[in-house]
T-cell receptor, first 115, second 113 residues
């Protein structure tokens, strides 16, 4: 079975500051890793994903994440946040090489960017 | 290209009533997922289909919940009878069977009074 832990439920930051949202996972099998963003009253939008290859993946809106296999982590980072980045962020995993399987989500991290 | 379409977007009903949520996946996608989002439990899988066949319904809370996918372009999630604890946002997502990325609909916000 897989599980995802997002270590911070809320992260308040000031505009233009850097931010890191932490995600750890547990799995007995190899997994794919994802970050999704949810803006208020909207569905989930894919930010980025790690499937294989380079452990540093870049996504939309200037976000990036680094896969660390030894620490079973997939932290999300942005060097300078904007007010518009205020949203809920979800880390998720799915089983590798098993297409058509469900995502297992973390509880989410609320990023609040203020001026 | 249209994304995943869900209807209704909002539903308010009274306890004991039947509720039907609808989902139209992205054209060509052959995997469809139903998730539920609540404050207490976060995002959790209810059921998913591959090629219209239910693969895993272990997340369906109880017999009051049922889901169908009669064809590749339509799925329903039914709650009968509904209870206040069913109040949540219900998301439908779709993907290509050979790909990992799931695309989410806008969700249906259900309130059971």
């Amino acid at each position: 079975a897989q599980s995802v832990t997002q270590l911070d439920s809320q992260v308040p930051v000031f505009e233009e500051a850097p931010v890191e949202l932490r995600c750890n996972y547990s799995s007995s099998v190899s997994v794919y890793l994802f970050w999704y963003v949810q803006y208020p009253n909207q569905g989930l939008q894919l930010l980025l994903k790690y499937l294989s290859g380079s452990t540093l993946v870049k996504g939309i809106n200037g976000f990036e994440a680094e896969f660390n296999k030894s620490q079973t982590s997939f932290h999300l980072r942005k060097p300078s946040v904007h007010i518009s980045d205020t949203a809920e962020y979800f880390c998720a995993v799915s089983r590798r090489n098993q297409a058509g399987t469900a995502l297992i989500f973390g509880k989410g991290t609320t990023l609040s960017v203020s001026s | 290209d249209a994304g995943v379409i869900q209807s209704p977007r909002h539903e308010v009903t009274e306890m004991g009533q039947e509720v039907t949520l609808r989902c139209k996946p992205i054209s060509g996608h052959n995997s469809l997922f139903w998730y539920r989002q609540t404050m207490m439990r976060g995002l959790e899988l209810l059921i998913y289909f591959n090629n219209n066949v239910p693969i895993d319904d272990s997340g369906m809370p109880e017999d009051r919940f049922s889901a169908k996918m009669p064809n590749a372009s339509f799925s329903t999630l039914k709650i009968q009878p509904s209870e206040p604890r069913d109040s949540a946002v219900y998301f439908c997502a779709s993907s290509l069977l050979a790909q990992e990325t799931q695309y989410f609909g806008p969700g249906t916000r259900l309130l059971v009074l």
